[in-house]
């Protein structure tokens, strides 16, 4: 599978790199967070800004991200800014979006950005660029809460993130079947085999897709999300759960 290195992180290659996910609304709550999950065994903390009550506040915004650098230390940090079509807290037009991903870029915090597929539409390939400008790597997400593409779908979406210019494309999907499931796993096979310009996330939410978050050494999956509190979408498991089953099943034995 390719890698994507950052700080120092080889994404992409053995073990699937964990991210434990921000949803505190206030920056004294979320700061601590930070400094919580910098002890803990895990690779990557997402700061979900739609949660943080000033993220249109410019100063309030920087103010947090510099704090929370300095508060996960090494692990990489992964900000988000997820609206509302895409399950997330953010009534944010096209113009505050994209303003919000350069301000964080320009700000020289974030490791990685997400920016989300659909709602950036024709914008994606400028944002991804201004991003890479600043040297922060994109995850370019698409998510469905209300059931799960064909596999064919699921390909073409992740190939379109990839000629767009994501460093880490990623697709969540609700299963209503056990053959959603399998189809979600299919696609991210696929990709891994047929498609190996990017790492890719992948995951079927819900208790049912629980599987999909475990297996993504065997599958193609790169990254997965874990909880250690509150969780910021549905299945996610509990990081104490998670490691050891992640250890493993690994393909590779431990040096």
């Known amino acids: 599978m390719p890698c994507v290195t950052v700080r120092g992180c080889r994404i992409g290659e053995g073990r699937p790199k964990v991210i434990l996910p921000i949803v505190e609304q206030d920056r004294t709550d979320i700061l601590a967070r930070g400094r919580a999950f910098a002890g803990l065994e895990a690779d990557c903390v997402e700061f979900r800004a739609d949660w943080f009550s000033g993220w249109r506040n410019a100063d309030a915004l920087a103010r947090c991200l510099t704090g929370l650098r300095q508060a996960v230390g090494e692990k990489l940090l992964l900000v988000t800014l997820r609206t509302r079509p895409e399950g997330g807290q953010a009534d944010a037009a096209p113009e505050e979006y994209d303003d919000f991903c350069r301000r964080v870029c320009a700000g020289g915090c974030a490791d990685l950005l997400d920016i989300e597929f659909l709602p950036a539409g024709e914008r994606l390939p400028g944002l991804i660029a201004a991003a890479h400008a600043r040297g922060v790597a994109v995850v370019c997400s698409s998510h469905d809460f209300s059931g799960t593409p064909s596999c064919r779908e699921m ?101």
């Open 155 to 255: 390909v073409d979406r992740l190939c379109a993130m990839q000629r767009a210019g994501a460093d880490l494309p990623k697709l969540a999907v609700m299963p209503q079947s056990r053959r959603d499931l399998l189809a979600l796993l299919a696609a991210t096979a696929e990709m891994a085999e047929q498609h190996p310009a990017t790492p890719v996330i992948t995951m079927s939410m819900g208790a049912l897709g629980g599987i999909s978050r475990l297996c993504g050494e065997a599958m193609g999956s790169a990254m997965t999300f874990a909880c250690a509190g509150k969780a910021s979408a549905p299945g996610q498991i509990e990081l104490d759960v998670l490691n050891p089953v992640l250890d493993r099943l690994r393909l590779e034995p431990l040096p």
